[in-house]
Nanobody, 111 residues
Framework: QVQLVESGGGLAQPGGSLRLSCAASGSIFRFYVMGWYRQAPGKQRELVATITSGGSTNYADSVKGRFTISRDNAKNTVYLQMNSLKPEDTAVYYC?????WGKGTLVTVSS
């Protein structure tokens, strides 16, 4: 059974940074595309970034140049480094692999 556990959310000021982590278990991590999604209050869940098994990345236009997705296959972990945070980045951030989702971690950007 695949389990995805996010951590690292919290409160940040505009212009600040946070790093999210997602620890994965239950299967051979390095073979899979991993993704980060987010859902803001009253909005649909949206893609933030993905990373393939080979390290190719894809980002939503709204986070390009500010967020960086990475993975450590030895630790079965995927990361999301978030810089230059904006209030509109406030959301619950979810880790994803195929049909599996973590429970999410809340990121609040506010002064």
């Amino acid at each position: 059974q695949v389990q995805l556990v996010e951590s690292g959310g919290g409160l940040a000021q505009p212009g600040g940074s946070l790093r999210l982590s997602c620890a994965a278990s239950g299967s051979i991590f390095r073979f899979y595309v991993m993704g980060w999604y987010r859902q803001a209050p009253g909005k649909q869940r949206e893609l933030v970034a993905t990373i393939t098994s080979g390290g190719s990345t894809n980002y939503a236009d709204s986070v390009k140049g500010r967020f960086t997705i990475s993975r450590d296959n030895a630790k079965n972990t995927v990361y999301l480094q978030m810089n230059s945070l904006k209030p509109e980045d406030t959301a619950v951030y979810y880790c994803n692999r195929d049909n599996y989702w973590g429970k999410g971690t809340l990121v609040t950007v506010s002064s």
